[in-house]
């Protein structure tokens, strides 16, 4: 078996405790744990390559609405040297990123002080905290016509940035990627250029690297989740769905698999589809119905069918699943039984993540 070259260097060069993490993963292999801190680092700059065109097409979209909103080109003035907010703390806080960018450029070369190099240089948080609550009515009267085929929400589209935001972050400080759903936050980065231009959406889908790269990891992940499913597993039954609270991370899994009654249940679906905050609301399963897509609609009935079983107005994270004989969703011969018992012997109060394989072959989960 070929070492890995730098195999006895590495965890020095990149901290044995950070190298650790990778050599978990990696199963204590550890020439397998150099590979995966290289596939990371190439994940991590597939990931970036892909923000770059979020970050361009976003901030374009929102200056071209403030030009046109503050008929910039008839007063000769940039926007963003005009007052804009009617809260003085949030003007405040636009004028200093402003003042910021101007200065570091004029210091740079007084000729690099220009407008678009302005527009350049402010950051994706700048773009963000304009769709921030503070600035509804700036929401109202101008910025949602940056984003012409979003849900028409400034919730919608700056949580979605948000959480961008973050993971971009994520990805400048050199984190590991290992428990991260790049894949969802590709789909995310594809949805909101959507919302802005659904060519700009094809664009990227079409330049894209992080799938290939993501597909390449050196070794072996977990491809199933383990939900707690008191209540989940009825929703399943009734519409393949599995919903829960917005925001909740998730490790990148193909599967899912629920868990009640002291037993993982025969059906062990595959994910079609993850959207988050997702609003719960009739208002919502309207425009759904609206949009023509069959996505939506099936948004819109999974919203239906749980407010019937008691869930109520709010906004939730909602995974598409497969249903029994569809192709490529697994049903187990039996239940996989869990037999621990007594107070936190649960085999998962949150969610856990397993192998499928070992799942299709288990008969209780002392197996999995």
Not at 12 to 17: A, E, F, K, R, Y
Not at 69 to 85: Q, T, Y
Not at 270 to 281: A, E, G, H, P, S
Request: glycine share 6%.
């Amino acid at each position: 078996m070929v070492q890995h070259p730098y195999l006895q260097i590495m965890p020095q060069w990149i901290s044995p405790g950070r190298f650790g993490s990778y050599l978990a993963a990696a199963g204590g292999d550890h020439s397998k744990a150099c590979e995966l801190y290289e596939w990371n680092a190439a994940l991590s700059a597939a990931s970036f390559e892909a923000f770059h065109y979020v970050e361009v097409v976003v901030r374009n979209a929102i200056d071209v609405a403030m030009q046109r909103h503050l008929r910039e080109a008839d007063r000769g003035i940039p926007w963003f040297l005009l007052p804009i907010s009617s809260n003085k703390t949030a003007q405040d806080s636009i004028d200093h990123s402003v003042h910021q960018v101007r200065t570091r450029l004029r210091n740079e070369n007084s000729r690099k002080e220009k407008r678009d190099q302005v527009i350049a240089g402010l950051s994706f948080g700048f773009w963000v905290n304009l769709l921030g609550p503070k600035h509804e009515q700036l929401w109202r009267e101008a910025i949602h016509k940056a984003f012409p085929h979003s849900s028409g929400k400034r919730h919608d589209v700056v949580t979605a940035l948000e959480r961008l935001r973050v993971f971009r972050n994520r990805l400048a400080h050199h984190d590991s990627l290992l428990a991260a759903d790049v894949p969802f936050r590709l789909s995310q980065m594809i949805d909101v250029l959507g919302w802005a231009d659904p060519d700009a959406a094809n664009w990227l889908a079409d330049n894209e690297r992080v799938t290939q790269v993501h597909a390449d990891r050196p070794s072996p992940r977990h491809d199933t989740v383990v939900v707690p499913a008191r209540d989940a597993w009825s929703l399943y039954e009734s519409v393949n769905a599995y919903v829960c609270q917005a925001g909740r991370s998730f490790q990148p899994v193909e599967y899912l698999a629920f868990y009640s009654q002291q037993q993982i249940h025969t059906e062990v679906p595959k994910i079609l589809f993850r959207l988050d905050n997702v609003d719960w609301t009739i208002g919502e399963v309207n425009r759904l119905r609206a949009t023509g897509q069959a996505r939506d609609a099936r948004v819109a009935d999974i919203i239906e069918a749980s407010r019937k079983l008691g869930w109520t107005d709010g906004r939730y994270q909602v995974f598409g699943l497969t249903a029994p004989g569809a192709e490529d969703h697994l049903t187990l011969r039996q239940p996989v039984a869990h037999l621990a018992r007594g107070r936190g012997s649960a085999f998962t109060q949150s969610q856990r993540y397993i192998v499928r394989d070992r799942l299709r072959r288990a008969a209780t989960t002392a197996d999995i």
